[in-house]
């Protein structure tokens, strides 16, 4: 799937808005740059290396102090770039994601 792809419509930022992921576990934590973000997923500029991100899951703290938040899934990695799906609590997609119809 290429970057232009997403189902979803995606959010572009003119300003540099800076997240940072964070284990699940809290072993690890890398700073990012939101490129865009969509209802599904976002796409991310990390600093650092990306070899933590073999855990394939993680969180994506949107504010300094953590309190805003969504859990994630890497779904893509491409050098710096890495596309995301946010995952419900529980870790799974939302219905929302998957297709079902409510």
């Known amino acids: 799937m ?17 997240a940072a992921l964070l284990a699940t576990d809290g072993t690890w934590r890398r700073e990012c740059i939101l490129v865009d973000v969509s209802e599904s997923g976002a796409r991310l500029r990390i600093d650092g290396s990306p070899d933590v991100l ?29 596309g995301i799906h946010f995952l419900s609590p529980d870790g799974s997609r939302p219905s929302s994601m998957t297709g079902e119809k409510k």
């Open 2 to 18: 290429g970057w232009d792809k997403r189902e979803a419509k995606r959010v572009h930022f003119d300003h540099e808005r800076r």
């Open 54 to 82: 073999g855990a394939r899951e993680f969180f994506l703290l949107l504010s300094p102090n953590g309190l805003v938040f969504r859990r994630c899934e890497l779904v893509r990695l491409d050098g710096s770039e890495v």
